[in-house]
């Protein structure tokens, strides 16, 4: 590795909109502290945190590259451009952790082709956090991202799932757009077994943060508006 490259620092957010530093470890704020250079995927909800983190930091000295659906493929090439100068560079996600279900791996992968040190600190993910508390496998688990937006395929992929889930004894974790969350539980229902385990995790790290492990059977008896809440669901049948 290049002793000239700088350093891609990957930094967490929070999950939420409560104070960062309950979150998130005082390291967080001694990098932002130090480095000017940032890829995001929102400027603004960027410079708002950076800003609840470090209050002194002044914005104008600041370098925003964009990193979301519109960017164009031939320009991220160069946002790493200042870590090939022995800049510093941080990448941050709009929650959680940068690169884990997060348009960030794009520019990890592309630091590790450059030859530039990949620095990941500590913060909160919600997948890891929503498996740390469902109670299932925590030593053999899937995440598999969003699941297919079409009725009958989405209710055929759940039964994939819990197939492999008791096939493999894997946790099974996903997530859903959020105002399609109760939805996405109704079809869980629908669809699954009764004695297969189903947690879900919302709104974690917030003060109405909610996690249960229940059964299908008994998430038929339960009612909760999950209605744009952040949400991990994970499945495990035994």
């Known amino acids: ?71 164009q493929e031939s320009e991220i090439p160069s946002y790493l451009n200042s870590c090939l100068e022995g ?36 913060g909160p993910s919600s997948i890891l956090l929503a498996l740390m508390s469902s109670g299932m496998n925590g030593q053999h688990f899937t995440f598999k991202g969003y699941l297919p937006i079409d009725k009958s395929q989405r209710k055929k992929t759940l039964k994939q799932l819990e197939r492999i889930s008791f096939q493999e004894n894997q946790a099974q974790i996903f997530i859903e757009t959020p105002y399609r969350n109760n ?24 003060a109405s943060e909610y996690i249960k492990t229940k059964t299908v059977k008994a998430w038929k008896k339960e009612h909760i508006d999950l209605h744009k809440r952040p949400a991990i669901f994970i499945i495990q049948k035994n």
């Open 1 to 71: 590795m290049s002793e000239q490259n700088g350093k891609l620092y990957l930094i967490p957010t929070r999950l939420g909109d409560n104070a960062p530093l309950e979150v998130l470890p005082i390291s967080i704020k001694k990098i932002i502290e130090s480095v000017d250079e940032y890829i995001v995927e929102n400027e603004k909800t960027a410079r708002r945190f950076i800003k609840k983190v470090s209050s002194k930091k002044k914005q104008a000295i600041l370098k925003i590259h964009l990193l979301n659906k519109f960017t």
């Open 87 to 122: 800049k510093k560079i941080g990448l941050l996600s709009e929650a959680g952790c940068p690169g884990v279900a997060d348009p960030g791996a794009e520019i990890v992968k592309l630091a590790h082709q450059k030859n530039i040190q990949v620095v990941p600190l500590v």
């Open 183 to 206: 939805k996405m539980l109704e079809d869980i229902c629908t669809s699954l077994h009764p004695d297969t385990r189903v947690c879900v995790a919302c709104d974690l790290t917030l």
